[in-house]
């Protein structure tokens, strides 16, 4: 049984299914652009690999979108001087400590 037909089968009302879907597809989504956040870390990692950086640590970072909160890993790199870095932060444009997107 699909998750959508126990889903419909468990609520009460039409109303708390669809309260449930939209739980389910917030969760879904954010999950997906996590995911997505990953790879494209994955990628960037691997471009500063072959510019010279250095790997340090893979962190877990959380933001706050307005589809929900959106939890994903990236990587800490040291650029050739030193210097520590989350690349995919910086191209996303975040800053440190933000826990919000810009909207």
Request: proline share 3%.
């Amino acid at each position: 049984m699909s998750i959508i037909a126990r889903l419909l089968k468990d609520t009460k009302s039409l109303i708390e299914f669809e309260e449930q879907v939209k739980i389910l597809i917030q969760n879904a989504f954010t999950q997906w652009v996590g995911e997505i956040f990953e790879t494209l870390d994955k990628t960037i990692k691997q471009k500063k690999l072959e510019d010279g950086w250095e790997y340090c640590r893979s962190d877990n970072r959380s933001i706050q979108f307005l589809f929900g909160n959106v939890t994903f890993k990236r990587s800490l790199m040291h650029d050739k001087r030193g210097n520590s870095h989350y690349p995919l932060d910086e191209w996303l444009g975040l800053v440190p400590h933000q826990r919000y997107s810009p909207l």
